[in-house]
């Protein structure tokens, strides 16, 4: 059954503070896997795709990093900032099933 | 604006009363989906459309039904809602499925509540 295991479930920072965010997977045949942030209730909204190929990806302070062959992929976080107080939502899909297997997330908050 | 609507955003209702989610995206996207977020749980899919008149089961989708007749709209409807419908709804729509990396678009959610 694919999985998407993420930690931790829930992180406290300093803003300023860098962090990282991990997600494991065992989804297979891999195709891409996403980052998404979600603020509380609202919709989640993408930050990074990658494919296989790709080992980084970056969107401004967020750099997504992904190893195929641990199956592993971290969130890095530049210069914490108190909007990026959100939950973090790691998704993996493969090929052939059409569907997304999502992660449970981690809850990041930031304190001043 | 590029954007998923959802409506209604907030409903409360009791147990056994038909209800519709409507959603709708103006961004010409033949996959379309439903989730449902849960404490603890993540997202779980409960139907897909892959384009007009193509709908298919995602993991959960017992109690719910979906229709697809326009390619914008993809109404997710609770024909007798139970108490374990209670849940926060989301819709999203993509140029494509999962496996061809296409970003997804999430609306901004519908909280469900059956008493």
């Known amino acids: 059954k694919n999985q998407v295991e993420q930690s931790p479930q829930s992180l406290i920072i300093l803003e300023g503070k860098n962090c990282t965010l991990q997600?494991?997977?065992?989804?297979?045949?891999?195709?891409?896997l996403r980052w998404y942030k979600q603020d509380t209730g609202r919709g989640p909204v993408s930050l990074t795709i990658?494919?296989?190929?790709?080992n980084t990806k970056s969107n401004g302070r967020y750099t997504a990093t992904l190893d195929a062959d641990t199956k592993q992929s971290s969130l890095h976080i530049t210069a914490s900032q108190l909007s990026d107080s959100a939950s973090y939502i790691c998704?993996?899909?493969?090929?052939?099933?059409?569907?997304?297997?999502f992660g449970t997330g981690t809850r990041l908050t930031i304190i001043p | 604006e590029a954007q998923v609507t959802q409506n209604p955003r907030y409903l409360i209702t009791v147990t056994g009363k038909k209800l519709t989610v409507t959603c709708s995206q103006n961004?010409?996207?033949?996959?379309m989906s439903w989730y449902r977020q849960d404490p603890g749980l993540g997202l779980r899919q409960i139907y897909y459309?892959?384009?007009?008149?193509?709908?298919d089961k995602g993991d959960v989708p017992e109690g719910y039904k979906v229709s697809r007749k326009e390619k914008r709209n993809f109404p997710l409807i609770l024909e007798s809602p139970s108490p374990n419908q209670t849940s926060l709804y989301f819709c999203?729509?993509?140029?494509?499925?999962?496996?061809?990396?296409?970003?997804?678009?999430f609306g901004p959610g519908t909280r469900l509540t059956v008493l």
């Open positions: 999203a729509s993509s140029l494509g499925s999962g496996g061809t990396g296409n970003e997804q678009f």
């Open positions: 997600c494991n997977y065992t989804v297979s045949p891999f195709s891409n």
């Open positions: 990658m494919t296989f190929s790709e």
């Open positions: 998704v993996v899909s493969d090929f052939g099933n059409e569907k997304l297997t």
């Open positions: 961004m010409n996207h033949e996959y």
């Open positions: 459309s892959m384009n007009v008149e193509v709908t």
